[in-house]
């Protein structure tokens, strides 16, 4: 299963890895936070404004985490006429949230079977630009496609970005749907490939030296 950040890696200077430019990408605002939004409210996902900056419409990729098919696709309508009595004849305004939203489904494998194949969604919300395939519902995205555009989030730039799938995919995903793991005093599973595999090789002894 391959998965990419909704932004290609784009390094701030020469000698910053990686990891440094993933901590500094992912950090959410505080009103958009996962789980609980800054009002109280359930928030399933999370405003991304550090990977924006203070950039306009247009000037930064926002790219499909992994491969799909897209199911929902809205442009974003952030400029609308103002119907206010008082505005000049012609006059617009800015949301101050843009509307802009794609859901992408996502199939992939993580092991054998039927227990091996999960589907998943992605969602990119408040874009202020759509691509065009992006727009077209049914058709396939490709992982690191362009999507959109950032749009406005509280009336600064930013993204809305959500992955959630059904409980059964969960518990494919993670062998449960709820508390911790009993590693303990189950084996795991042996079909399922998802993740990191650890192996722990005991010291061998020989009567004269250790082997490793």
């Known amino acids: 299963m391959l998965i990419s950040p909704p932004r290609l890696n784009i390094l701030q200077g020469e000698n910053e890895s990686y990891e440094e430019w993933l901590n500094h990408f992912m950090p959410s605002t505080a009103r958009g936070g996962f789980p609980i939004g800054s009002y109280g409210q359930w928030h399933l996902g999370l405003h991304l404004s550090n990977i924006v900056g203070n ?13 799909g098919i897209v199911m929902i696709s809205q442009n974003s309508g952030d400029i609308q006429p103002d119907v206010n009595e008082h505005a000049e004849p012609g006059a617009t305004y800015r949301r101050v949230d843009s509307r802009g939203v794609v859901v992408l489904r996502h199939e992939t494998e993580i092991g054998e079977g039927d227990e091996g194949k999960i589907v998943y969604y992605s969602v990119y919300h408040h874009l202020g630009i ?16 362009l999507i959109g555009y950032p749009g406005r989030v509280g009336a600064q730039p930013g993204i809305h970005m959500e992955i959630f799938c059904t409980e059964a995919n969960l518990k494919k995903i993670t062998g449960r749907t709820s508390g911790d793991l009993d590693y303990r005093n189950k084996n795991g599973r042996m079909n399922i490939i998802y993740g990191d595999v650890h192996f722990y090789i005991c010291l061998l002894y020989t009567s004269k030296k250790k082997i490793f």
């Open 130 to 145: 759509i691509s065009e395939n992006a727009q077209k519902l049914g058709m396939p995205i490709y992982r690191k496609e």
């Open 55 to 67: 950039s306009r419409t247009g000037e930064i990729d926002i790219c499909a985490i992994a491969d």
